[in-house]
């Protein structure tokens, strides 16, 4: 009955189950617009280390790209996203789901160059070779030969980029953003009960991510039958 | 029609090309041979620069190939084949064929279709035009290779050991094909280590050890007369 009572006040009083709502929306936001953002940057910066190896050419561009990606992959993502927040948007009146999102998208452009440069140095160098003799330039060897080939890899390996950005987003609460995991201490900071809130998020957490997971090998498939 | 001119490549501190002196007329069929690891094969990926040479220069019709504009056009005119074919696994064999000359606006794609059309005729592979590379064998993988670079109408075409790859009744197919090509005139660059073949087929074979051209001549000269210590060393390796 003490069980009921608990799971009652967490959901049901002061219609707190918005609380939940509000930070699954906010964890989805963050997440998909992060995710998108993360993609323009890493494949950007993807293209500019490749075309760097490629040519020989370019060397203090792609000594910065390639120390953008250590720096992000070297911190823990809960300090740049504070860095963010605290220093660099310190005195500006900025909506805090858009630090967010700026934040993991930075934060996930890093892994998400990594994922594209290993699908593209996945194919067979003489795929490039190929293409170099008969007459093409560097984009148009992408464009045509390489990347059509290498998306089978990077898609997937993005998708699992958008899972993992799922559960890093949980690292905004510390800053109060109100995503999933912040909603479930608020709540339980008025039921003074900790049980039923973090449960429940980590049911949605788990859910969500089961979700896309199989979203993700459904796309592995279909690539896969694609190309035999 | 090409000339290389003192053409050096190192990797790191070890040279695999040293100082290559090298002509080659319209028309010629010109056949490399040389021990394994000699620079046969660099030297080929120099004169087309999808290796850049170290030092010394490769003229193409007298434009020098640099890094630039005219580099992509001149490697339209200079066919390549692979000794491991690099067909494209994700397009079809006509879509292989007609990706350069579409892409690049030399031809329409119905002109580009009709064209491949007629080249899959000459290499007796017009029943699989809508197949997958590996769906086809070696052997057939290794015409359509040439019929892609073939499309393009080259003026020279360099071959690295188009047939090491393949069993017996596959190197046939391919070796007949290209001595018919030879027969029609195009210039050809072979490095081979089908000696029979280079026999026939070689208007002119260079003899290459240790990145250095170390004697050239007829197949006559090279396989009756050998001069060098090193190249009747090979010769005799190879029996
Ligand atoms: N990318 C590279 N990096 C370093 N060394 C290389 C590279 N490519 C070739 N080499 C070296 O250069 C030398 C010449 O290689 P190359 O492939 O030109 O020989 P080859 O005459 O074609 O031999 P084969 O008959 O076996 O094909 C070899 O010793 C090889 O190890
Ligand atoms: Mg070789």
Same mark, same amino acid.
């Given at each position: 009955m003490k069980l009921f009572e608990n799971l009652y006040d967490t959901l049901i009083v002061d219609n707190r189950y918005l609380f939940f709502l509000e930070g699954l929306k906010n964890t989805l936001i963050i997440a998909f617009f992060a995710v998108i953002l993360g993609c323009i940057i890493g494949i950007f910066i993807a293209l500019i280390r490749n075309y760097c190896d490629y040519s020989k050419k370019f060397k203090f561009l792609n000594f910065l790209a390639k120390s953008y990606v250590n720096i992000i992959r070297g911190t823990p993502s809960i300090l740049q996203l504070m860095i963010i927040y605290y220093v660099i948007f310190a005195s500006v009146d900025i909506n805090i789901v858009l630090v967010g999102i700026l934040a993991f998208g930075i934060n996930s452009g890093a892994y998400v160059a990594e994922v594209i440069r290993a699908g593209i140095n996945s194919i067979d160098k003489g795929q490039i070779e190929a293409g170099a003799s008969i007459g093409f330039k560097y984009y148009q060897i992408m464009r045509y030969i390489?990347?059509?080939?290498?998306?089978?890899?990077?898609?997937?390996a993005l998708g699992n980029e958008f899972i993992t950005l799922v559960k890093e987003t949980s690292v905004g609460a510390y800053i109060g953003i109100v995503e999933l995991t912040k909603a479930s201490d608020i709540?339980?900071?008025r039921t003074y009960d900790y049980f039923f809130p973090l449960i429940i998020v980590a049911v949605i957490y788990f859910i969500l991510t089961l979700i896309l997971s199989k979203l993700v090998s459904l796309m592995e498939r279909k690539l896969n039958n694609v190309s035999s | 029609m090409l000339v290389v001119k003192n053409l050096e490549k190192s990797f790191g501190k070890t040279k695999v090309l040293k100082k290559i002196n090298l002509e080659v007329n319209e028309k010629e069929r010109l056949v490399i041979i040389g021990p394994s690891g000699c620079g046969k094969s660099t030297l080929l990926r120099c004169i087309n620069h999808i290796e850049k040479? &170290?030092?010394?220069? /490769?003229? +193409?019709?007298?434009?020098?190939l640099d890094d630039n504009e005219e580099l992509y056009k001149i490697r339209i005119k200079m066919g390549m084949v692979f000794q491991q074919f690099n067909l494209f696994?994700?397009? &079809? /064999?006509l879509e292989n064929i007609i990706l350069a000359p579409v892409k690049l606006n030399l031809l329409t794609k119905e002109e580009a279709i009709k064209k491949a059309r007629e080249l899959l005729l000459k290499i007796h592979l017009e029943d699989?035009?809508?197949?997958y590379p590996k769906e086809l064998s070696g052997g057939q993988m290794q015409r359509v290779a040439i019929a892609r670079a073939l499309i393009l109408e080259p003026k020279l075409m360099l071959f690295d050991e188009p047939t090491s790859a393949l069993d017996p009744q596959m190197k046939k197919e391919v070796l007949e094909l290209m001595e018919e090509l030879g027969k029609s005139g195009l210039t050809m660059i072979v490095v081979t280590h089908e000696m029979a073949f280079a026999k026939n087929f070689a208007s002119r074979i260079i003899f290459m050890d240790d990145g250095e051209i170390i004697e050239e001549g007829t197949p006559q000269e090279i396989f009756k007369n050998?001069?060098?210590?090193?190249?009747?060393? +090979?010769?005799?390796?190879l029996i």
């Amino acid at each position: 009955m003490k069980l009921f009572e608990n799971l009652y006040d967490t959901l049901i009083v002061d219609n707190r189950y918005l609380f939940f709502l509000e930070g699954l929306k906010n964890t989805l936001i963050i997440a998909f617009f992060a995710v998108i953002l993360g993609c323009i940057i890493g494949i950007f910066i993807a293209l500019i280390r490749n075309y760097c190896d490629y040519s020989k050419k370019f060397k203090f561009l792609n000594f910065l790209a390639k120390s953008y990606v250590n720096i992000i992959r070297g911190t823990p993502s809960i300090l740049q996203l504070m860095i963010i927040y605290y220093v660099i948007f310190a005195s500006v009146d900025i909506n805090i789901v858009l630090v967010g999102i700026l934040a993991f998208g930075i934060n996930s452009g890093a892994y998400v160059a990594e994922v594209i440069r290993a699908g593209i140095n996945s194919i067979d160098k003489g795929q490039i070779e190929a293409g170099a003799s008969i007459g093409f330039k560097y984009y148009q060897i992408m464009r045509y030969i390489i990347l059509p080939q290498a998306i089978k890899n990077i898609l997937p390996a993005l998708g699992n980029e958008f899972i993992t950005l799922v559960k890093e987003t949980s690292v905004g609460a510390y800053i109060g953003i109100v995503e999933l995991t912040k909603a479930s201490d608020i709540i339980a900071s008025r039921t003074y009960d900790y049980f039923f809130p973090l449960i429940i998020v980590a049911v949605i957490y788990f859910i969500l991510t089961l979700i896309l997971s199989k979203l993700v090998s459904l796309m592995e498939r279909k690539l896969n039958n694609v190309s035999s | 029609m090409l000339v290389v001119k003192n053409l050096e490549k190192s990797f790191g501190k070890t040279k695999v090309l040293k100082k290559i002196n090298l002509e080659v007329n319209e028309k010629e069929r010109l056949v490399i041979i040389g021990p394994s690891g000699c620079g046969k094969s660099t030297l080929l990926r120099c004169i087309n620069h999808i290796e850049k040479p &170290t030092k010394g220069k /490769v003229l +193409f019709e007298g434009i020098p190939l640099d890094d630039n504009e005219e580099l992509y056009k001149i490697r339209i005119k200079m066919g390549m084949v692979f000794q491991q074919f690099n067909l494209f696994p994700h397009l &079809t /064999v006509l879509e292989n064929i007609i990706l350069a000359p579409v892409k690049l606006n030399l031809l329409t794609k119905e002109e580009a279709i009709k064209k491949a059309r007629e080249l899959l005729l000459k290499i007796h592979l017009e029943d699989k035009e809508a197949n997958y590379p590996k769906e086809l064998s070696g052997g057939q993988m290794q015409r359509v290779a040439i019929a892609r670079a073939l499309i393009l109408e080259p003026k020279l075409m360099l071959f690295d050991e188009p047939t090491s790859a393949l069993d017996p009744q596959m190197k046939k197919e391919v070796l007949e094909l290209m001595e018919e090509l030879g027969k029609s005139g195009l210039t050809m660059i072979v490095v081979t280590h089908e000696m029979a073949f280079a026999k026939n087929f070689a208007s002119r074979i260079i003899f290459m050890d240790d990145g250095e051209i170390i004697e050239e001549g007829t197949p006559q000269e090279i396989f009756k007369n050998p001069k060098s210590s090193k190249l009747k060393e +090979f010769l005799d390796s190879l029996i």
